[in-house]
Nanobody
Framework: VQLQASGGGLVQAGESLRLSCSAERPFISYDVGWFRQAPGKEREFVAH????????TYADSVKGRFAISKDAAKNTVYLQMNNLEPEDTAIYYCALENKVGITTTAAEYRYWGQGTQVTVSS
């Protein structure tokens, strides 16, 4: 499965961005996760949505500011990022996994997109 992440950019603190993760085919039976990796740091979990779209999970650092959603008709998952902070600066990746339950470990994900850069200036 090929994934295409897009929507990154340079914004100021407090502003918003919406990232998109598009697949070449429907996400049937695959859950989708967003991860991010800042320079010199390990890749970290950001958000997860199960394939039905009914359950969403967030890292504590983004709860209340980020929202993950899914448009099945467009084979696309979104990450709405509001009130961005300089600490959110990273390359953001979307990925697919088909494990049972909610998976927040990057190693458990099977397919990865190429990443999109988000830079937040103070």
């Amino acid at each position: 499965v090929q994934l295409q992440a897009s929507g990154g950019g340079l914004v100021q603190a407090g502003e918003s961005l919406r990232l998109s993760c598009s697949a070449e085919r429907p996400f049937i039976s695959y859950d989708v996760g967003w991860f991010r990796q800042a320079p010199g740091k390990e890749r970290e979990f950001v958000a997860h949505i199960i394939w039905s779209g009914l359950t969403k999970t967030y890292a504590d650092s983004v709860k209340g500011r980020f929202a993950i959603s899914k448009d099945a008709a467009k084979n696309t998952v979104y990450l709405q990022m509001n009130n961005l902070e300089p600490e959110d600066t990273a390359i953001y990746y979307c990925a697919l996994e088909n494990k049972v339950g909610i998976t927040t470990t990057a190693a458990e994900y099977r397919y990865w997109g190429q990443g999109t850069q988000v830079t937040v200036s103070s």
